[in-house]
């Protein structure tokens, strides 16, 4: 019979999920409950029989996963008959205790209580689906898997703050990193489609999505990356401001009388590229350049000009750089993003090749020119993939 793990993603309002048969790495069955607790939830499951939507009452987690069951029992497959070995869960926050995944017990429920001020967003609705999980499901093994856990690799160089030495011990101010499920995943697809051994490869990973985050990976470990304490810091994103002058915030409270709150709220939900142009969202930037929006293009080039300064700053640290890969929303389907981002890097052995590079395809692909010393790859990430041999390969193998 085939393995099978039910991967749960749970936010503050939604609970996402996603059936993985590991050995093959298909996906028979995913979806969404969204609004969880508001009026207007609803369901979306696709399955065996496609894609359908209903309208349910979900008071909370508990009643969204019940609610995730039953999509199962009415739209297929039955959880009963698929081989389920286990639950796997996407925890955004490890903080610098987990470096790999861990078999959910109290304890570590009460671990991950413990590292909520290091992510308020996140981490409270990742423990409520596990608690709840472990609530219906008593009989399977859960795992959860840490966002941050692929960067615990970083060297102390690369993760320490040059911030008075106490606010590290006592307030854990230091870069942890973010995406590193999906920065695992394609690092070692990277290594796959070269048919190469990931001991052996050095791969600037792009993960450009809403979020984004760039990282270096050296001998199939983290060594460097561009999120730091937060998701706030590194490459321009969607609604994110990335690198910013740390005294912005002071400066904005002298003369704006905003307050910290007010701050945080702006650099993490009205900047990037929405602060920019009023469109959060790649592909609307695109459409509004291609019209003569001159901050759409300034927009683009600041987007595309960081990731460019990342890129060039990983191939120092690396010393040596044998593939970039991009993958996630925009990496994986803006030819043009692509393009302007490693424009002008000819001279560093790096290159796209035009018609590969606009050319379509949901597999991993090559689209740097024959012959070039590095290799530019577009890998489609798949972190629940991920989550799932991760928890497999502790629970099972």
């Not at 796997?88 to 017990?105: K, L």
């Not at 840490?146 to 970083?154: E, I, P």
């Not at 929405?274 to 293009?297: I, K, N, P, S």
């Not at 290159?351 to 692909?365: F, K, L, M």
Request: charged share 25%; with cysteine.
């Amino acid at each position: 019979m085939s393995r099978h793990v039910l991967v749960l993603n749970a936010g503050s309002s939604s609970l996402k999920y996603r059936l993985v048969e590991v050995d093959g790495g298909d996906a028979p069955a995913f979806g969404l409950v969204d609004r969880i607790g508001e009026p207007g939830s609803a369901i979306r499951h696709a399955g065996p029989s496609g894609e359908t939507w209903d309208t349910v009452t979900v008071d909370d987690h508990e009643d969204a996963l019940r609610a995730v069951l039953k999509a199962f029992d009415r739209h297929g497959p039955a959880l009963a008959d698929v081989g389920l070995v286990a639950i796997g869960h996407r925890v955004v926050h490890g903080g610098d205790r987990f470096a790999e995944p861990v078999v959910i017990d109290d304890s570590l429920e009460a671990a991950i209580e413990d590292l909520v001020p290091l992510a308020p967003l996140h981490n409270p609705g990742n423990l409520e689906g596990i608690r709840v999980a472990r609530k219906v499901f008593t009989d399977l093994p859960q795992v959860a898997v840490f966002d941050t856990a692929f960067h615990q690799s970083l060297p102390a160089r690369a993760y320490t703050y040059a911030v008075p030495r106490d606010w590290e011990k006592e307030h854990g101010v230091r870069r942890y990193g973010f995406h590193g499920t999906s920065h695992s995943y394609v690092s070692r697809e990277a290594a796959r489609h070269l048919d190469r051994d990931p001991a052996e490869l050095n791969v600037i990973v792009l993960h450009l999505g809403n979020g984004a985050s760039a990282t270096a990976v050296q001998g199939g470990r983290s060594v460097d990356t561009s999120m730091g304490l937060t998701p706030l810091q590194g490459l321009v994103m969607g609604t994110r401001c990335g690198d910013l002058d740390p005294a912005v915030p002071a400066h904005l409270a002298r003369t704006a009388g905003l307050d910290l709150s007010e701050i945080d709220t702006a650099l993490n939900r009205r900047s990037g590229l929405l602060g920019l142009t009023g469109a959060g969202d790649v592909r609307r930037v695109v459409e509004m350049r291609q019209d003569g929006d001159e901050a759409a293009d300034l927009a683009l080039a600041v987007y595309c000009y960081r990731v460019r300064w990342y890129v060039g700053a990983y191939l120092a640290v690396l010393g040596r750089v044998d593939a970039i890969a991009f993958t996630a929303g925009v990496g994986e389907n803006s030819a043009l993003v692509r393009a302007r981002s490693l424009e002008g890097l000819d001279a560093l052995g790096i290159s796209v090749d035009a018609r590969r590079n606009e050319a379509e395809g949901p597999d991993a692909r090559r689209i740097s020119p024959d012959g070039a010393a590095v290799d530019v790859l577009v890998v489609p990430t798949n972190e629940e993939l991920e989550i799932a041999r991760q928890a497999v390969g502790l629970v099972v193998d």
